[in-house]
């Protein structure tokens, strides 16, 4: 049988013909390479298997001849039976689920193996997790073929889902006969959370437009100095004229002066003319100061 040539045991082969005196003297690499040598190679075929974990249709070992060396697939019956489970009911999976893990590992349920027969055994309300290790448990421990099995499991948690139901409608309906007020439900309260949300976006661009609106429109307010305009239908007039003032057309929007006098305007010049009698001899001197 020749010796098989495998790269990381060439400087055993070394060894051994110098040993026997195949080889007078020793090669440049062999001391580098007996204080350094090279990694061991995996084993080329992996420990045999138990059926426990590995598909029954793979055979547990490879023969030597192989040329694909890799390990077996891991496949357990429940990732069988879970993967039919929620074929069949695939609205489980949306049922709230906590995932948060606590200190210690829940221990095992006491009824298992030959003493569970019932799925209520466990529970009145079993989750999808019972029954597939339901299943199971009738396929290993009452001999029980796999899809028989199956078959009890859906139709027992099928059974109890349905008691559930209908207790939680008769309940309610009771309630409700009775007055009971219900607060408003998590589906409820989460559709009120989004449309406060889209109510603010809908606030904001409204807010958004106004402010861009405001800034391109034109104001045209003009600030008046002068008496209030208000309407008296003539009254005003009339009663001025019987007292003897005169109107004066004077500039309401002249900026007013500041004089060592004070500040003087041209509202200030137009109510001391309308006292005066002679108005165009104090006009012309008014004219003259200024100019």
Known sequence: ???????????????????????????????????????????REPPSRTHFDAPED????????????????????????RKQFFRDHPFEAFREKSLVEGATVESE??????????LRQRSRNPSPEDAIRYAVNLYEHHNMPLSDAYASAVAQF??????????????????????????????????????????????????DHTAETERKRWKAVVEREGRSDQWTKGQEYTRLWKQGVR???????????ITPGGLKSAEADAAQLASQGDYLGIMNEVNAARS
Not at 109 to 118: A, F, L, S, T, Y
Not at 170 to 192: C, D, H, K, M, R
């Open 109 to 118: 349920h006491p009824v298992r193996g030959e003493q569970w027969k019932r």
């Open 158 to 207: 099928r059974s109890l889902r349905s008691e559930i139901t209908i207790a939680r409608q008769v309940a309610l309906s009771e309630a409700e006969y009775l007055g009971i007020e219900f607060g408003p439900s998590q589906i409820e309260i989460t559709f009120e959370k989004e449309n406060k949300a889209l109510d603010t976006f809908r606030g904001d661009a409204a807010h």
């Open 1 to 43: 049988m020749a010796t098989k040539r495998i790269a990381n045991q060439v400087h055993k082969q070394a060894s051994r013909l110098l040993r026997e005196g195949y080889i007078q003297r020793e090669p440049a690499w062999y001391r580098a390479v007996l204080d350094h040598p090279p990694l061991p190679l995996p084993a």
């Open 247 to 257: 109107p004066v057309c004077a500039p309401i929007f002249t900026e007013p002066e």
């Open 58 to 81: 793979v055979p547990l070992t490879r023969p030597s001849t192989s040329t694909k060396i890799q390990p077996l697939p891991v496949q357990y019956i429940e990732d069988q039976v």
